[in-house]
Nanobody, 117 residues
């Protein structure tokens, strides 16, 4: 069955870095665009970063541009989110999403990132 499993979250001090990973299985990973979303306490889920199926194009929400980098390894069926210069406002549960069409849209269960001193 389809699985997306996020890992790499945790507690980090402001200014620090974390690298999130999302391991995919059960579908043809290379045929899907991959996205990272986040949801902070009391807030709506927010799209953070997108990468196309072949990895040739990326896009970021303005608040993370220049600090976060999304990448993928289609040979390993894994997408990454490198997060640098972390701020307290980056604290959220981060979710991995795979999408090919409205009916082919899969989600992971999330990993918690806490930025605090």
């Amino acid at each position: 069955q389809v699985q997306l499993v996020e890992s790499g979250g945790g507690l980090v001090q402001p200014g620090g870095s974390l690298r999130l990973s999302c391991a995919a299985s059960g579908f043809t990973f290379s045929g899907y665009a991959m996205k990272w979303y986040r949801q902070a306490p009391g807030k709506e889920r927010e799209l953070v970063a997108v990468i196309t199926s072949a990895g040739g194009s990326t896009n970021y929400t303005p608040s993370v541009k220049g600090r976060f980098i999304i990448s993928r390894d289609n040979a390993k069926n894994t997408v990454y989110l490198q997060m640098n210069s972390l701020k307290p406002e980056d604290t959220a549960v981060y979710y991995c999403n795979a999408i090919r069409s409205p009916r082919l849209d899969y989600w992971g269960k999330g990993t918690l990132v806490t930025v605090s001193s």
